[in-house]
């Protein structure tokens, strides 16, 4: 069964830092990973979708990176600002089960002014 | 503008008391489904529909019905809804698998439902 982990749960940051967040999983198999934000009580917004035969992809200040055999996918935020402060969840599609996410615990991020 | 949208976003009800929460697309997606989201659990998959009429159970699917009857529209039905219900729920969508690849799956909103 496909575990998603992402550590930290938590992290505050001083504005302008870069942020490194992790996310892990257990089943290498997988079709894509997708990077997703959601702010507190409201949906989830698609930030970045990695194919399972690509190393990175990047929009703007973003920049995720994905490493099948090692199980694992960091997303950089460039120059971090208070409007990045949010959850930050990742999930992947795996081959043995359609097209359904499975989702890690999220980070939850407080960039501070 | 392309979304997906959810009714209502908000609702409390009563133990037993029949709902519908509804969701719809305007993105001619063919793939539709369900998820619920509790604290320390994480999002789980409810039902997923692979086109009209063709749906299928997901992770968490005990306590709920659905139907594809059109495109669009992927209604989630509580027959009799109990306090273990109480979550917040999101409707996704994405467009048709394209080989091997499955493209990046869109949210809704979101719909609060606490049952009493």
């Known amino acids: 069964k496909q575990e998603v982990t992402q550590i930290p749960a938590a992290l505050s940051v001083p504005e302008g830092e870069n942020l490194v967040l992790n996310c892990s999983f257990t089943d290498s198999a997988i079709y894509n990973l997708q990077w997703f934000r959601q702010d507190p009580g409201k949906g989830l917004t698609s930030l970045l979708l990695i194919q399972s035969s690509q190393r990175e992809q990047t929009s703007g200040r973003l920049n995720a990176s994905l490493d099948k055999s090692s199980g694992r996918s960091t997303l950089y935020i460039a120059a971090s600002q208070p409007g990045d402060s949010a959850t930050y969840l990742c999930a992947v599609r795996i081959k043995a089960a359609g097209n359904k996410l499975t989702f890690g615990g999220g980070t939850r991020v407080l960039v501070k002014p | 503008e392309a979304q997906v949208t959810q009714n209502p976003r908000y609702l409390i009800t009563v133990t037993g008391k029949k709902l519908t929460v509804t969701c719809s697309q305007n993105?001619?997606?063919?793939?539709m489904s369900w998820y619920r989201q509790d604290p320390g659990l994480g999002l789980r998959q409810i039902y997923y529909s692979m086109n009209v009429e063709v749906t299928d159970k997901g992770d968490v699917p005990e306590g709920y019905k659905v139907s594809r009857k059109e495109k669009r529209n992927f209604p989630l039905i509580l027959e009799s809804p109990s306090p273990n219900q109480t979550s917040l729920y999101f409707c996704a969508s994405s467009p048709p698998v394209l080989g091997l690849a499955y493209n990046e799956q869109f949210f809704g909103p979101g719909t609060r439902l606490t049952v009493l």
């Open positions: 993105m001619n997606h063919e793939y």
